[in-house]
């Protein structure tokens, strides 16, 4: 009257091995679930009592205790569902014990359909990683199950769970899934292309520049100017997602519940935008089960700012830490969670209030004092973690009527995968572990990797001097130089690359 099946949770972005333990004894008909269950794993209990019921099989009427070990960690979510009611068939006798080495994931539907869970691949890495050699998962969970799947563990896709009991009998045997091929050249097809922004060659190059290096950039213009374009089109000339980077980005969006069903991994690089109205706690990640926030699910790809004075202080102090360190780490009273935050920032703001400070042709309608403390929502401890701001004009007249179109993404694309190939062969070298574009660069590998010409060099010292920079923004100006070299083909940083990583600098164009 006792049996075990096998089944997954998640603590973070790791998957943790559960053991889903059944005793039926004598005494009143009760079922409890103890081991740290929250209140969508109590609620098993009615779910698997009716699919029982639905499903042809006696629900039995006795004292039902089920056990989720390791008891000190907390079970969340309705992915116990299936591997309860495995446990509960297989210790009242109406199925023979199973497997060791497979695991359940599922929710039930009140007639036994299987419903898909969120974070199906951090287990199913898991799972892999324990010794399982078959996961039985719902069919709309198998696509991304798949790509955990080692050449020792086979995934199967079940619709309900009559299915998945008719396969553990050998009745009717169920197909493995088959991994999707996985192709990430064909996600720039779906982002917007670089030949329809108009003019604004400054803020082109930026771009290029942030694209080559993984540089952060700030946009500043009157409405109209071409700067949300831009951002959209930055993800189309961005280098294609290395396998590792899909797994960890898909990881993310399967916790986050925001996976499409039937996908496998992620082909393209996110872009996410977030409303100028998000909490801090929106950025971050966060909640009872200590879900991902946008700086996470922007992983090795874009978040962009729109407005970026009308996001609240409290806000945006949220994203010095993933700027810096790449990850950042939700902290609350039940526990805390790490999650990879390696994204580029794109930011974008108007002059002033109203729009139009400085523009040529319309009047600004803010006072000066209105027009400083616009701007001075913007902390300089953040602006100093910006590499590149560009001021942007209004386009003319002209420009939108050019005959000659201006750079697709293909082309500016070849200049960004051609400086990349500079920087993967530099820093595959001992001591660049974990390095994989100039914006990576620590302060040590900086002095190694930056070396200048001596005009270069008497350059820096004087705008350091007149500029008063800070020591982190020397080193930014001398990683965004880097890669300005990196395009040009050139070894050693001249005073053109220092002269045009300086005029990028941001604290000097958003201060009035």
Not at 248 to 271: D, N, V
Not at 298 to 319: W, Y
């Amino acid at each position: 009257m006792y049996s075990v099946t096998r089944s997954f949770g998640l603590n973070g972005l790791s998957g943790f091995a559960v053991a889903v333990e059944a005793d039926i004894s004598g005494g009143l008909p009760a079922f409890s679930i103890v081991g740290l269950p929250d209140s969508a794993v109590r609620e098993s209990a009615d779910r698997v009592r009716a699919a029982i019921k639905n499903l042809g099989f006696k629900f039995p009427d006795r004292r039902i205790t089920i056990n989720l070990a390791p008891a000190d960690v907390r079970k969340t979510g309705p992915v116990y569902d299936l591997p309860l009611l495995l446990a509960v068939l297989t210790a009242s006798g109406q199925l023979e014990d199973v497997p060791a080495d497979a695991a359940f994931l599922g929710e039930l539907a009140l007639d036994g359909t299987l419903r898909p869970v969120s974070g199906v691949l951090p287990m199913a890495l898991a799972a892999a990683e324990n010794g399982i050699h078959a996961l039985y998962v719902p069919a709309e969970n198998a696509a991304e199950a798949a790509e955990a799947c080692a050449d020792s563990m086979a995934v199967y896709p079940a619709h309900t769970a009559r299915e998945v009991v008719d396969a553990l009998r050998g009745i009717s045997p169920l197909a493995p899934a088959a991994v999707v091929p996985f192709d990430p050249a064909d996600a720039w097809a779906q982002v917007p292309d670089f030949s329809d922004v108009m003019g604004q060659s400054l803020a082109r190059r930026a771009m290029v520049i942030a694209a080559a290096g993984g540089h952060n950039v700030l946009l500043i213009g009157a409405p109209g100017t071409g700067k949300s374009m831009l951002a959209k089109r930055l993800p189309g000339i961005l280098p294609p997602l290395t396998r590792e980077e899909a797994v960890e980005t898909t990881k993310i969006y399967s916790i986050a519940g925001q996976l499409p069903q039937g996908r496998g991994l992620i082909s393209a690089r996110p872009f996410r935008s977030p409303h100028h109205s998000a909490s801090a706690a929106a950025l971050a990640g966060g909640g009872a089960q200590f879900r991902p926030g946008e700086c996470s699910l922007a992983n090795c790809g874009v978040l962009f700012l729109d407005e970026l004075p009308e996001f609240s202080r409290e806000s945006l102090e949220v994203l010095r830490q993933p700027l810096e360190d790449g990850q950042i780490t939700v902290s609350r009273a039940a526990g805390s969670a790490t999650y990879p935050s390696h994204f580029q920032l794109v930011a974008a703001m108007n002059p002033c209030k109203c729009g139009y400070y400085g523009h040529p042709t319309r009047q600004c309608t803010c006072s000066p004092s209105a027009v400083r403390q616009y701007r001075s929502r913007v902390s300089g401890p953040l602006l100093d973690r910006i590499d590149l701001c560009v001021e942007m004009d209004p386009i003319a007249f002209d420009e939108l009527h050019a005959v000659v179109p201006s750079e697709s993404s293909a082309d500016l694309r070849k200049q960004v995968l051609a400086a990349r190939a500079i920087q993967a062969k530099r820093y595959a070298a001992p001591g660049f572990e974990g390095v994989l574009c100039n914006a990576q660069l620590t302060a040590g590998q900086v002095r190694r990797v930056c070396r200048m010409t001596p005009a270069a060099e008497r350059l820096l010292r004087a705008s350091y001097d007149a500029l008063g920079l800070s020591a982190r923004a020397h080193d930014r100006i001398l990683r965004v130089a880097r890669t300005v070299a990196d395009l040009a083909g050139k070894q050693l940083l001249d005073e053109d690359c220092v002269l045009e990583a300086l005029q990028y600098r941001a604290q000097e164009k958003v201060e009035v």
